[in-house]
Nanobody, 122 residues
Framework: QVQLVESGGGLVQAGGSLRLSCAASGSIFSINAMGWYRQAPGKQRELVAVISSGGTTNYADSVKGRFTISRDNAKDTVYLQMNSLKPEDTAVYYC????????????????WGQGTQVTVSS
């Protein structure tokens, strides 16, 4: 099993920045892809960004050019740098991991974190 622990959420004004971190532990040898999903109140959970162990990335159209996903394989940690935040970015952000990149993209990652709240005020 893989355990994921997120940190870095909070309240920020529109136009501001936040950096989320997610540390993996446990059976980390099984991890290839790590990423972030988010869920806003009353909306479906959506993929924000995903990164493979080799650095391949995939972003939601709504965050391209504003968010950057990165990864430190030595620390088993994935980051999400969020710039130019908008009120519509308000959501609970979940860290995810899976041995298959396509599983994360398809919405079926094996491991999920508990989530961290990001609130963007207008």
């Amino acid at each position: 099993q893989v355990q994921l622990v997120e940190s870095g959420g909070g309240l920020v004004q529109a136009g501001g920045s936040l950096r989320l971190s997610c540390a993996a532990s446990g059976s980390i040898f099984s991890i290839n892809a790590m990423g972030w999903y988010r869920q806003a109140p009353g909306k479906q959970r959506e993929l924000v960004a995903v990164i493979s162990s080799g650095g391949t990335t995939n972003y939601a159209d709504s965050v391209k050019g504003r968010f950057t996903i990165s990864r430190d394989n030595a620390k088993d940690t994935v980051y999400l740098q969020m710039n130019s935040l908008k009120p519509e970015d308000t959501a609970v952000y979940y860290c995810v991991a899976d041995r298959l990149f396509r599983s994360v993209v398809a919405g079926f990652p094996e491991s999920w974190g508990q989530g961290t709240q990001v609130t963007v005020s207008s």
